[in-house]
T-cell receptor, first 114, second 110 residues
Framework: NAGVTQTPKFQVLKTGQSMTLQCAQD?????MSWYRQDPGMGLRLIHY???????DQGEVPNGYNVSRSTTEDFPLRLLSAAPSQTSVYFC?????????????FGPGTRLTVL | GQQLNQSPQSMFIQEGEDVSMNCTSS?????WLWYKQEPGEGPVLLIA?????ELTSNGRLTAQFGITRKDSFLNISASIPSDVGIYFC??????????FGGGTRLMVKP
């Protein structure tokens, strides 16, 4: 099993550009989520999905879109990048979040918006 | 939204010393989790706590679920250099979201 994979590992964007951060898992997990990590602020939930075709907003959803067409993939889209979106982005998956079961995290994507 | 206050923000200790860190919330949680993150990696789960008062160990790590359900503690005994990293607490209240603390950065001097 590869676990949770994320691409790219690093990305530099100019303000206003769009891009998609890819996330895939091969553990057949129903729950997937995206977090951003900023210094001193821990991880903040952007969007999550409890299964294919179902997505919902987390704590900081503005400026990001997601879709879940398959169980395996959960891409995160930045429609018009802003410097405030400079951060490290983590994708995670688990069987279920509500029971506090273990979330498996990907290695992260470090994004810089100039 | 809910917030978790984690302290201390950073610790610089001597190898062999014991470490204590804690996490407090203004809200009740049903589950407390402790993660460790090493540089360039995603967080990895260390300990999960599911019941108020629960005390759980994982090797040299021990975590407790506070009786009030608004706090949790993590202790590391006899620290070693590979304990270096950022330790995060996270809480779940039976919904679909985890709330993370700001992290405790641990540095160990050999």
């Amino acid at each position: 099993n590869a676990g949770v994979t994320q691409t790219p590992k690093f990305q530099v964007l100019k303000t206003g550009q769009s891009m998609t951060l890819q996330c895939a898992q091969d553990m057949n997990h129903e729950y997937m989520s995206w977090y951003r990590q900023d210094p001193g602020m821990g991880l903040r939930l952007i969007h999550y999905s409890v299964g294919a075709g179902i997505t919902d907003q987390g704590e900081v959803p503005n400026g990001y879109n997601v879709s879940r067409s398959t169980t395996e993939d959960f891409p995160l889209r930045l429609l018009s990048a802003a410097p405030s979106q400079t951060s490290v982005y983590f994708c995670a998956s688990s069987y279920s979040p509500s029971s506090g079961t273990q979330q498996f995290f990907g290695p992260g994507t470090r994004l810089t918006v100039l | 939204g809910q917030q978790l206050n984690q302290s201390p923000q950073s610790m610089f200790i001597q190898e062999g010393e014991d470490v204590s860190m804690n996490c407090t919330s203004s809200s009740i949680f049903n589950t407390w989790l402790w993660y460790k993150q090493e540089p360039g990696e995603g967080p990895v789960l260390l300990i999960a706590l599911y019941k108020a008062g629960e005390l759980t160990s994982n090797g040299r790590l021990t975590a407790q679920f506070g009786i009030t359900r608004k706090d949790s503690f993590l202790n590391i005994s006899a620290s070693i250099p590979s304990d270096v990293g950022i330790y995060f607490c996270a809480g779940n209240n039976a919904g679909n979201m985890l709330t993370f603390g700001g992290g405790t950065r641990l540095m160990v001097k050999p």
